[in-house]
């Protein structure tokens, strides 16, 4: 669950003030719902979801419910906690560790902040072998096979299970949930659970970075615009590039 | 005395720009501080690299060398900073941001216990906690971080910090890693290499980025043509990268790369905000596109309105002539 970049802000006085109720399914979670949801159907198993969040997460549930997933946990915050990444890890791996999973799909990042980090995070506590930006998914012979993105090329990865995977949206499409989804969403088991009913030092929850203010981004200066003969503008603009901005 | 201590990434055999612009900004953190600042390279030939980081001002480096790091794997790589911190006992351990970075930034800092900030556009150290900018909510606004732990991981994006030349007598260190089977865990099975172009984006001057608008084969080689004109390299949106015209490792933006290059041409693409925060800090943008209300044309000095069909041909004679 992240804000919605496309929301209206403003930031007054370092502050960010948006409306807080514009909250979404964080693309990248949404594609990792997604391709669980294509791999149980080709392999059998169940996609179960889980969120950290105050009240709103329940929704976020409910959409991933509705794509298809079979059962929800909400595991709920007051809101006013200042979580980080680690401080989200440090919670999924506690609540985590006592169940049983094949694998674990995170989002390779959070689509407001980009930090990045819960998921290799929650591997390392959990001590599973894991892979990030999964670009591509398959099963073979028990084994999670995982396309991932690298800075050249792409690795083929095959991971023992249980393991953890952090999925880009380059993955799959996620699938709008029907109205059918939609209903049988509502009859599909949410289980919660608060924070503070969960055996966790309060001091390994403090997060390790705190945004203190926001700015806004630095603006470019103006630029110029060409209209008309494209050949004229054309070549204007590559003079342009050489005697003004100095870059060919 | 603190210490900084700068991954120095190597790619394809070479020295990531990128990270020797960290070591640069961190040696003048280290100057205006009074710390250490250190270096490690981990790589199959690691101690190769040692004339070309002492360069930048590492008054130490650490090798770590061996087979087992001869390509990105995430259990090696994790292993060897584990063994790195130990023996230097850092206050801060810079990288700069890049996919193999990212792949063991989240699980380092939860196996070292420490604070950890990532994809950051400016950073500085005071002793004990690193002060951080780092662009949110799709590069959109910035966000004023302050992070504390001990070490401090943090990752920094391309272009961030100029390089900056500060030759020194390095002492090599060499350190032994050993890894095995149970510190892979997982098995890397084959690398399907990036096709088409080699230049490195987070570090080429110049990059022409082809958005839906390029359709065909003719808009293919429009484009690369005007690339080798620039001795550019090629980039492209997610559109592109998705429907398979371009190699997935030439997307740019939010999920691709973030790249700033001194010259940035976006031919057929919108301006959505997810490209835009991968390229909105390039020294100069130039966007053509036949949509004169497209958002692009928001960040770009110089808006072509045209067909790119059309406005490609002469801009890539032009230019030739100018280079001529
Ligand atoms: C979480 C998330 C992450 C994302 N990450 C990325 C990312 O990393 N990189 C990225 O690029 N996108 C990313 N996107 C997708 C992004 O939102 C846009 O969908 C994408 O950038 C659109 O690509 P485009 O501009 O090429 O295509 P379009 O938006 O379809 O624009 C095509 C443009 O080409 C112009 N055009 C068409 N024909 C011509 C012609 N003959 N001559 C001149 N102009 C022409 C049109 O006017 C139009 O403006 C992400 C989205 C999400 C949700
Ligand atoms: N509050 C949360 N609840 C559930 N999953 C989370 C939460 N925060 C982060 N994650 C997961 O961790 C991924 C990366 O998070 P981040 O480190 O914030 O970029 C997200 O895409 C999610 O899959």
Redesign the pocket.
């Known amino acids: 669950m992240v804000p919605d970049v496309y929301a209206p802000f403003q930031i007054k006085d370092g502050e960010l003030l948006m409306d807080g109720d514009r909250m979404v399914l964080n ?2 979670d949404a594609s990792a719902v997604e391709e669980a949801l294509v791999l149980t159907e080709k392999y059998g198993g169940d996609v179960e979801v889980i969120c950290i969040g105050a009240a709103k997460a329940s929704e976020t549930i409910r959409k991933a419910l509705a794509m298809g997933a079979a059962k929800g946990y909400h595991v709920q915050t007051n809101g006013d906690e200042s979580y980080d990444s680690s401080s989200y890890a440090q919670i999924l791996a506690d609540f985590l560790k006592s169940k049983e999973y094949d694998v674990l799909s995170f989002g390779k990042q959070s ?1 407001d902040t980009d930090s990045g980090l819960t998921g290799g995070m929650v591997a390392q506590l959990l001590n599973l072998p894991y892979a990030t930006n999964a670009v591509g998914l398959e099963i073979e012979d028990g084994n999670l096979i995982v396309k991932r993105q690298g800075d050249t090329g792409q690795e083929m990865i095959a991971l023992p299970t249980p393991c953890l995977v952090t999925c880009s ?1 380059d993955m799959n499409e996620p699938r709008i949930p029907n109205l059918k989804g939609i209903m049988a969403s509502k009859r599909k088991p949410v289980e919660s659970i608060a924070v503070a009913d969960m055996d966790l030092d309060a001091a390994a929850l403090e997060a390790v970075s705190k945004v203190t203010s926001y700015s806004p981004v630095p603006a470019r200066a103006a630029g110029q615009k060409f209209e008309g003969e494209p050949e004229e503008i054309a070549s204007k603009v590559a003079q342009l590039l050489d005697t003004e901005a100095n870059v060919l | 005395m603190s210490t900084l201590l700068t991954y120095v990434a190597i790619s394809d055999g070479k020295i990531k720009r990128s990270s020797l612009e960290v070591l640069s900004h961190c040696k003048s953190i280290a100057d205006a501080g009074g710390f250490s600042c250190e270096a490690v390279i981990i790589d199959e030939n690691a101690s190769t690299f040692t004339d070309d980081v002492q360069k930048y001002g590492a008054s130490k480096i650490y090798t770590v060398s061996g087979d087992a790091f001869s390509q990105h794997q995430n259990g090696s790589l994790l292993k060897a900073l584990v063994k790195v911190n130990e023996a230097v006992n850092p206050a801060l351990v810079a990288f700069a941001s890049t996919e193999s970075t990212k792949d063991v930034l989240g699980a380092l800092a939860a196996q070292l216990k420490a604070g950890v900030v990532a994809d950051v556009s400016s950073f500085n150290f005071d002793g004990n906690n690193v002060s951080a900018q780092r662009p949110m909510m799709a590069a959109k606004i910035m966000g004023n971080v302050d992070v504390t732990g001990n070490p401090i991981l943090v990752s920094v994006r391309s272009g961030s910090y100029d390089l900056n030349e500060n030759p020194t007598t390095a002492e090599v260190v060499s350190l032994d890693v050993s890894v095995d089977s149970d510190d892979l865990r997982a098995t890397l099975r084959e690398i399907i290499s990036a096709t088409g172009d080699t230049i490195d984006l987070n570090e080429a001057d110049a990059i022409v980025a082809a ?3 390029v359709k065909d084969e003719e808009a293919k080689n429009l484009i690369s043509e005007l690339a080798s004109v620039l001795n550019a390299g090629i980039g492209a ?4 990268t998705e429907s398979g015209v371009y190699d997935p490792s030439l ?6 790369k973030v790249v700033s290059p001194q010259l940035y041409i976006a031919v ?3 301006g ?1 905000i ?2 835009v925060a ?1 390229m909105a800090n390039s020294k100069v943008i130039v966007a ?4 004169a209300d ?1 958002p692009i044309f928001e960040v770009a000095d110089y808006g072509i309105v045209g ?3 059309k406005v490609l041909p002469p801009f890539i004679e032009e230019i030739k002539k100018i280079k001529n």
């Open positions: 693309a990248y689509q949206n | 958005g839906r608008g949106s997610r559109a592109l997307q740019i933006g939010q999920t691709g057929g693409i919108s959505a997810q490209h991968g053509i596109n036949k949509d497209a067909d790119l069909y």
